[in-house]
């Protein structure tokens, strides 16, 4: 059975072993149609905290692995707006979240406030994306944020973009994560609210997330 792959881009301070990825390996192969000709390989790599830098990267393997899907998660759905070409599903996009860096990047002027930062936001152990709040990455983001939504249906873009934001989302309070600015760049029927988290829950992941990756690839 020929192999395609699916290109996870995780989000701020995620990694190769991040949960709702991971959990997708594992079942979505057990979960295709019948129909269902192909096998799918779930790929996440850990890319720079700096948009620059990781443009680049995940440019490099999009050139590489050529995937039939892009999901987004989080910070990590900044990244996946901007490729073009391919379809997109996204689990609670922090669409906002750049201008909020815009706004620590003048603080980080301030004597310990990287420092202070960095402790906060620390990644959990393991092969995870290291960060480093400084005025030169954090004043990249709102730059990049404004690039990633020239390819929306708002701006012109023709790819296929999907969406699914948990009512329990605690960022929508701050609105990093706001259901109107999604809706004003990707249209009213391009998202699915669900009763969870803006960490999917696996029950989530198994009747969404999935069904609905099948639901594209068809």
Do not use: C
């Not at 269902?36 to 890319?47: A, C, E, G």
């Not at 050529?66 to 996009?93: Q, R, Y």
């Not at 750049?98 to 906060?120: C, E, G, M, N």
């Amino acid at each position: 059975m020929p192999v395609r792959t699916i290109l996870y881009i995780h989000g701020m301070g995620g990694g190769k072993d991040s949960r709702i990825p991971s959990i997708l390996k594992e079942h979505i192969n057990d979960m295709a149609p019948l129909s269902f000709s192909i096998s799918l390989d779930v790929v996440v790599r850990t890319y720079d905290f700096d948009p620059e830098i990781a443009e680049k990267q995940i440019s490099s393997w999009v050139d590489e692995l050529d995937p039939i899907l892009i999901i987004g998660e989080s910070m990590g759905s900044i990244h996946a707006l901007a490729i073009k070409g391919v379809p997109h599903l996204f689990v609670s996009p922090a669409l906002n979240a750049p201008l909020y860096f815009s706004k620590l990047a003048v603080l980080t002027k301030i004597s310990l406030v990287t420092k202070i930062l960095d402790r906060i936001y620390k990644p959990r152990p393991g092969e995870r994306q290291p960060l480093h709040f400084t005025y030169d990455v954090l004043s990249k983001w709102g730059r990049f944020r404004d690039k990633a939504l020239a390819n929306s249906p708002k701006m012109g873009g023709k790819d296929y973009f999907h969406a699914f934001i948990g009512t329990r989302d605690h960022y929508r309070r701050s609105g990093v994560v706001r259901l109107s600015t999604w809706k004003k760049y990707y249209g009213e029927d391009s998202v699915t609210i669900y009763e969870g988290t803006h960490f999917m829950e696996e029950e989530f992941i198994l009747s969404l997330l999935i069904p609905k990756i099948f639901e594209v690839l068809s």
